[in-house]
């Protein structure tokens, strides 16, 4: 391994980067004015006790944290194991959240049985759609699978600001700026998600799923777009 990949994955640099993220993160949020809209009845559905699935793009994942209620119920998300999925698990417990790794060496029992157990002791499971390497925009069929198997709402998310870094990512991550104006914006998937399905059905789901988050993020677009001129 070169000196560079043993720098890049020491865990004293990826908690040094984790950290910073967090300050910045959490100073655009203070400094800045932001609408929620949408998520009451996330929030009833944790009140009850009733653990949910929440799925975004990977795009609108830095602000995570302030996209699911931590104060009513434990939420995991699912990361790569490797680099970057490590560095935003990182990033996320610092905001009370838990992760889990996604490891392709193991087993999908294994996997299945764990993520099961949490939502069956009231974890929430959140999930980045396209994550954790796209192509952005394009959904996967994780979301489907742990929704089929839980058999749980599924409510998707995002974020639209005025003023945002755009990150040298795959999918261009945006990293909202302090003095911002922005949304924070909540919306259910009705969708019925069969147990049993072919993969025609399957197919037709995913892309009911990609064609929803994309209409939430344009209209938290179009809302911040408003704000503008105004």
Same mark, same amino acid.
């Given at each position: 391994?070169?000196?560079?990949?043993?720098?890049?994955? $020491?865990?004293?640099?990826?908690?040094?980067?984790? %950290?910073? #993220?967090? /300050? @910045?993160? *959490?100073?655009?949020?203070?400094?800045?004015?932001?609408?929620?809209?949408?998520?009451?009845?996330?929030?009833?559905?944790?009140?009850?006790?009733?653990?949910?699935?929440?799925?975004?793009?990977?795009?609108?994942?830095?602000?995570?944290?302030?996209?699911?209620?931590?104060?009513?119920?434990?939420?995991?998300?699912?990361?790569?194991?490797?680099?970057?999925?490590?560095?935003?698990?990182?990033?996320?417990?610092?905001?009370?959240?838990?992760?889990?790794?996604?490891? $392709?060496?193991?087993?999908?029992?294994?996997?299945? %049985?764990? #993520?099961? /157990? @949490?939502? *069956?002791?009231?974890?929430?499971?959140?999930?980045?759609?396209?994550?954790?390497?796209?192509?952005?925009?394009?959904?996967?069929?994780?979301?489907?699978?742990?929704?089929?198997?839980?058999?749980?709402?599924?409510?998707?998310?995002?974020?639209?600001?005025?003023?945002?870094?755009?990150?040298?990512?795959?999918?261009?991550?945006?990293?909202?700026?302090?003095?911002?104006?922005?949304?924070?914006?909540?919306?259910?998937?009705?969708?019925?998600?069969?147990?049993?399905? $072919?993969?025609?059905?399957?197919?037709?789901?995913? %892309?009911?799923?990609?064609?929803?988050?994309?209409?939430?993020?344009?209209?938290?677009?179009?809302?911040?777009?408003?704000?503008?001129?105004?």
């Amino acid at each position: 391994m070169s000196l560079r990949k043993k720098f890049a994955d $020491s865990p004293r640099v990826q908690g040094f980067f984790a %950290r910073r #993220i967090e /300050g @910045l993160v *959490r100073r655009a949020h203070r400094l800045s004015q932001w609408q929620r809209l949408g998520f009451e009845p996330m929030e009833d559905s944790l009140r009850a006790g009733e653990p949910v699935i929440v799925v975004l793009w990977h795009q609108r994942l830095m602000m995570s944290p302030y996209l699911f209620p931590t104060d009513l119920g434990r939420i995991a998300t699912l990361t790569s194991a490797a680099r970057a999925g490590r560095m935003a698990g990182l990033f996320q417990t610092r905001f009370g959240m838990e992760t889990i790794a996604m490891s $392709s060496h193991q087993r999908h029992v294994a996997m299945s %049985r764990q #993520i099961l /157990g @949490l939502m *069956r002791e009231g974890c929430s499971i959140g999930i980045a759609a396209d994550g954790p390497r796209g192509p952005a925009r394009v959904c996967s069929k994780v979301p489907l699978i742990w929704a089929r198997a839980s058999g749980k709402r599924v409510f998707l998310v995002t974020f639209a600001a005025d003023r945002v870094r755009e990150l040298p990512t795959w999918d261009r991550m945006w990293l909202p700026r302090a003095g911002s104006r922005g949304v924070l914006m909540c919306r259910e998937w009705t969708t019925e998600v069969p147990r049993k399905m $072919s993969e025609t059905e399957e197919e037709v789901l995913r %892309r009911d799923l990609e064609a929803a988050l994309n209409a939430l993020s344009d209209d938290a677009d179009a809302s911040v777009a408003a704000l503008r001129r105004h």
